[in-house]
């Protein structure tokens, strides 16, 4: 995946949540395309927890490792970008 790829899709109206499969079987959901920013080569993903208004911590994603993108529903799960809407 590149960042046009993946900048494209945080873009869709209306965005539709995704799951992004990664190289080493790790798996993180976007609910939200304000939680992820989008570089050349990576993307930075903001954690959040029962708050969704502050983020607990990021992760830094290399795009070359996104193997497949699923899209999600809404009541999905995410140890990693959930904004709380379960």
């Known amino acids: 995946m590149d960042a046009e790829e993946m900048r494209a899709m945080l873009s ?3 965005f539709k949540p ?3 499969c990664l190289s ?8 939200h395309p304000e939680l992820a920013r989008v ?6 993903v ?6 969704p208004e ?4 990021e992760i830094r994603i290399v795009l ?3 193997v497949r993108v699923e899209y999600v529903s809404r009541k999905a799960r ?9």
């Open 39 to 44: 570089l050349r080569r990576s993307m930075i």
């Open 18 to 20: 995704m799951r992004l």
């Open 46 to 51: 903001n954690v959040v927890g029962r708050n």
């Open 54 to 57: 502050i983020a607990d911590d």
């Open 24 to 31: 080493d079987g790790e798996k993180v959901i976007i609910m």
């Open 12 to 14: 869709e109206k209306p």
């Open 78 to 86: 995410s140890d990693v970008a959930d904004p709380g809407l379960n």
């Open 64 to 66: 070359i490792h996104v």
